[in-house]
């Protein structure tokens, strides 16, 4: 596949390009990203979208705005405003300002130097990011695929793919690798209302690669677990607090909660950028709240009545005591032992 989000090099700097996920899995269209006003709207209207692919077009982005400045005074000042303008696109995942952090703190490291270099350096340590994002990628799938049994049934919510990074995919990562080595797993596919991320995403990815899938709604993965179809569940993760706690997209939590009571292993596959040093706990993670909209028009058309009241929260958090281990490209962790990947 394609890379999600890449920077093209054209004229004296380039622009962003990426696979407009809105459209997909009917359509394949990209879309040219030129400046800050473009990337926040691309991020903020999904155009792209998942922890990682975010964190990088907030890499590009930081790079669109220094270029849109090159002329201007107070160049620094006005480049810390539209990244942090940027990092308003969307609060849950953390590698969104991870990555628009890095872009400012090398600004700051490098402030003396013209503009111009501000921009180039900005550019090319956007470029090492997306480049490094499908080698982590990679790291995770292998270690995943070590603990996915033979002829598994997976589960998986959401989509953590190719698409939700540059390439490769988190939790998709680990299926990619676990197929290599066994091409008798199963993958089960939710939904994910009210977006459709696993119908539209997840299964558009797993059908082109030929791995066996089956499309199943949200509520049906108890069903599946009982009857032992399920046997092994493994998801992305937007944002994951100090002591393990996890957000990703909603649902998720339900997810795990069966998976604990049919006691079937539970596992986050997510790079160290997702995890957030920073909070203690799923407390402290600010939900994003998103338009009503979403859940009451399928297909142009509303589903209910006017009037009732409709609330969209985009992720939930997963308790730690719920995850069996969390998949990083260090290794599979303990939730209770994150600590020790960043001393
Ligand atoms: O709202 P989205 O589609 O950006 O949410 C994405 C998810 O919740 C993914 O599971 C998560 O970002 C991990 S992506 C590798």
Redesign the pocket.
């Known amino acids: 596949m394609d890379k999600t989000i890449e920077w093209v090099k054209e004229g004296e700097f380039g622009y962003s390009l990426m696979i407009n996920q809105t459209v997909l899995p009917f359509e394949y269209k990209k879309e040219k990203i030129r400046t800050t006003e473009e990337m926040y709207n691309a991020i903020k209207t999904?155009i792209v979208?998942?922890?990682?692919?975010?964190g990088i077009a907030g890499a590009h982005g930081t790079a669109l705005s220094a270029i849109e400045l090159i002329n201007e005074e107070n160049f620094i000042e006005k480049l810390m405003q539209k990244a942090d303008y940027l990092n308003s696109s969307?609060p849950t995942?953390v590698n969104l300002s991870w990555a628009i952090e890095a872009q400012k703190e090398l600004a700051l490291k490098n402030k003396n130097l013209p503009n111009k270099k501000i921009s180039e350096i900005l550019i090319e340590n956007a470029i090492r990011l997306e480049n490094e994002d499908i080698e982590i990628n990679k790291k995770i799938g292998e270690y995943g695929a070590s603990v996915v049994p033979r002829g598994a049934g997976i589960l998986t919510?959401?989509?953590?793919?190719s698409l939700?990074?540059v390439g490769y995919?988190?939790?998709l990562g680990v299926i990619r690798s676990a197929y290599k080595k066994d091409n008798t797993i199963q993958v089960f596919a939710d939904e994910t209302r009210p977006?459709g991320?696993g119908a539209k995403l997840t299964t558009y990815e797993l059908v082109k690669d030929n791995i066996n899938t089956t499309l199943i709604t949200d509520g049906m993965c108890s069903y599946f677990m009982r009857n032992k179809m399920i046997n092994f569940v493994v998801?992305?993760?937007?944002r994951i607090a100090s002591n393990g706690d996890t957000a990703?997209?909603i649902g998720t939590s339900t997810v795990a909660i069966a998976a604990k009571y049919y006691n079937i292993p539970f596992y986050i596959a997510?790079p160290k950028s997702t995890i957030d040093m920073n909070i203690k706990s799923g407390n402290d993670i600010v939900i994003e709240l998103r338009d009503e909209d979403e859940v009451k028009i399928v297909n142009g058309k509303p589903i209910c009545i006017d009037g009732v009241n409709i609330i969209n929260p985009?992720?939930d958090i997963t308790d730690n005591s719920l995850i069996t281990g969390i998949i990083t490209e260090y290794g599979i962790i303990k939730p209770s032992d994150l600590k020790n990947i960043f001393s």
């Open positions: 999904m979208r998942g922890a990682p692919a975010i969307r995942a919510h959401c989509n953590a793919g939700a990074t995919g988190t939790a977006r991320q998801t992305g993760a937007d990703n997209k997510a985009s992720f």
